[in-house]
């Protein structure tokens, strides 16, 4: 009778020891979870579009996260960040803000917003508070290979098509080239004068893509604004485009924001 009654009670304090196990593992599994970010927004930059991203896009899809890419407009810094906006308030959960060349602004910008939990430059500008894209330009000596062209009669920029190859994509084929040219979207003049507001990144981790072939932003540029950003740098050896041509290493720096932002 006494050893019955005694394998009962270890019985019951082996139900009781998994149950806690269980509901351990839950909580921990809950708040391992909760530390993921799977919203992703891509934002373009000038000279191309947002179809740029579909390699990016594709890679993160198929690795479970929720990825969004803003149609920014490139009429206005106003006007691309109210894009960018439009698009975050469709989400729910936290969400990491990814922007190239000048959509670097535009997250600086929009990064702002309570969703935003981190910042990922690819190749991009990273403006302070107060500052404008024409002061970062001005700042050190143009690539000059750069092929920005001064501002045409109604006050829109567009990029050379004699150097949009050797000075926007060098890794991509020139059929690549040709096309991305020839249907390049130009960006308003007013955005190199428009300042920033608030920089997110002095609120936000940020992560930062260093293209060290890059010749429209000096890759120096990059290394001057991720350094002041406190970013943490990852350089590739390619172009402007670096996203295009390396989708793989450069989604691999997203999915280290998503796991590392929350942290």
Request: glycine share 8%; charged share 20%.
């Amino acid at each position: 009778m006494k050893n019955q009654l005694n394998l009962r009670k270890s019985k019951g304090l082996i139900k009781l020891t998994f149950v806690a196990f269980l509901l351990l593992f839950m909580v921990t599994n809950t708040a391992f979870s909760q530390k993921q970010v799977k919203n992703i927004v891509l934002v373009h930059g000038a000279f191309a579009d947002g179809s740029g991203w579909e390699g990016v896009y594709n890679i993160l899809k198929n690795k479970g996260y929720n990825v969004s890419v803003v149609a920014n407009p490139n009429t206005s810094l106003a006007d691309d960040v109210t894009a960018t906006n439009r698009v975050l308030d469709r989400i729910d959960g936290p969400v990491i803000l990814v922007g190239h060349s000048y959509g670097g602004a535009i997250i600086t910008e929009a990064g702002t917003s309570e969703k935003v939990v981190g910042l990922v430059y690819i190749s991009a500008f990273v403006p302070d508070s107060g500052e404008s894209l024409l002061k970062l330009l001005q700042s050190g000596p143009p690539s000059p290979n750069s092929g920005i062209l001064p501002p045409s009669k109604d006050g829109f920029v567009w990029y050379d098509k004699a150097k949009y190859h050797s000075g926007f994509c060098a890794d991509l084929s020139k059929e690549k080239a040709d096309f991305m040219a020839d249907s390049q979207v130009p960006v308003s003049a007013s955005v190199f004068g428009s300042t920033i507001t608030n920089a997110a990144w002095k609120t936000k981790p940020s992560w930062y893509v260093v293209a060290t072939e890059d010749q429209t932003i000096p890759a120096d540029a990059e290394r001057f604004m991720a350094k002041r950003a406190n970013a943490k740098v990852t350089e590739i050896k390619g172009s402007h485009v670096v996203f295009i041509s390396q989708p793989k290493a450069v989604a691999d720096v997203i999915v280290s924001a998503a796991n590392g932002s929350l942290k």
